[in-house]
Nanobody, 116 residues
Framework: QLRLVESGGGTVEVGGSLTLSCTAS?????TNWYRQTPGNERDFVAG???????NYADSVKGRFSISRDDPTNTVYLHMNNLTPEDSATYYC?????????????WGQGPHVTVSS
């Protein structure tokens, strides 16, 4: 059983920056960030596999970056040049595989508000 603990949410002004962190209780090579606003589906934001395989939603390319710190099992989402459209609840998501069986884990979802 993997536990994900997130931190770093809050309120920031338009154009500002914020970093979210997600610390796993164990190793989670495939970790993603999703975000969700009320009444909408949870959307993919960014993902990292290992230490170098990253991908991003088109809406955040060039503004957000995802990184990993292996010794602490922590994945970071660095968010720059934030806009009100980035306001959402952000969820860390990790996938583990054991003998071909995949298990999904979710964090508690810190909220980000970008104020204009």
């Amino acid at each position: 059983q993997l536990r994900l603990v997130e931190s770093g949410g809050g309120t920031v002004e338009v154009g500002g920056s914020l970093t979210l962190s997600c610390t796993a209780s164990g190793r989670a090579p495939a970790t993603n960030w999703y975000r969700q606003t009320p009444g909408n589906e949870r959307d993919f934001v960014a993902g990292i596999i290992g230490n170098s395989g990253t991908n991003y939603a088109d809406s955040v390319k060039g503004r957000f970056s995802i990184s990993r710190d292996d010794p602490t099992n922590t994945v970071y989402l660095h968010m720059n040049n934030l806009t009100p459209e980035d306001s959402a609840t952000y969820y860390c998501h990790a996938v583990t595989s054991t003998a071909g069986h995949y298990t999904n884990y979710w964090g508690q979802g810190p909220h980000v508000t970008v104020s204009s």
